[in-house]
């Protein structure tokens, strides 16, 4: 089973801010990941898919980057909406794994 | 539009079973695998398995074979998720998402999530 690494696990930012979200794999995943953000009560948001392809409707101020072990999120500008929690997942093999999430809050 | 819709929330007692239902519409039901993925209060995200809503086909966690079935019925395009012998720790929201083949296999529709108590 792949095990991803989310870093850091809180991250305190204030709006205008650029945050950036690790995520190591356990082993090379090449550029199979997904991340998501979630906001309480909600279900999960695909954001980033293939590690850097931005889904649609996602404001050009999320990118992702990154192949085999280590990945990253970059929020290029923090807007008050970005306020939530992240998580990566692994699409390379059964299970799914996904990070134990980042929650990025305000400062 | 696309969407899943799920069935409500459930109450139920250690050693109980629930079914969890996933509606599908907006889209081709047979085209798109879907999946389920629980979230304990609190805590991140674990994978549970898939269905094929073609074949019928499925693939498990490890942690839930024995205890999980996932059919669909293609006739009213709904997938659905039984877990049998519930424990307190089986008390989390669950969903189901859609695998997208245009997403390189992330999930890109997901149901509101449908919570389930386990509690004596």
């Known amino acids: 089973e792949i095990q991803l690494t989310q870093s850091p696990s809180f991250l305190s930012a204030s709006v205008g801010d650029r945050a950036i979200i690790t995520c190591r794999a356990s082993?090379?995943?090449?550029?199979?990941l997904a991340w998501y953000q979630q906001k309480p009560g909600k279900a999960p948001k695909l954001l980033i898919y293939a590690a850097s392809t931005l889904q649609s409707g996602v404001p050009s101020r999320f990118s992702g980057s990154g192949s085999g072990t280590e990945f990253t999120l970059t929020i290029s500008s923090l807007q008050p909406e970005d306020f939530a929690t992240y998580y990566c997942?692994?699409?390379?093999?059964?299970?799914?794994?996904f990070g134990q999430g980042t929650k990025v809050e305000i400062k | 539009q696309v969407q899943l819709v799920q069935s409500g929330a459930e109450v139920k007692t250690p050693g109980a079973s629930v079914k969890v239902s996933c509606k599908a519409s907006g889209y081709t039901f047979t085209d798109y695998y879907i999946y389920w993925v629980r979230q304990a209060p609190g805590q991140g995200l674990e994978w549970m398995g898939w269905i094929n809503p073609n074949s019928g086909g499925t693939n498990y966690a490890q942690k839930f074979q024995g205890r999980v079935t996932m059919t669909r019925d293609t006739s009213i395009s709904t997938a659905s998720m039984e877990l049998s012998r519930l424990r307190s720790d089986d008390t989390s929201v669950y969903y189901c998402?859609?695998?997208?083949?245009?997403?390189?296999?992330?999930?890109?529709?997901w149901g509101q999530g449908t919570m389930v108590t386990v509690s004596s």
């Open positions: 082993q090379g995943i090449s550029s199979y």
């Open positions: 997942q692994q699409l390379k093999s059964y299970p799914r794994t």
């Open positions: 998402a859609r695998e997208g083949s245009a997403a390189a296999g992330a999930f890109d529709i």
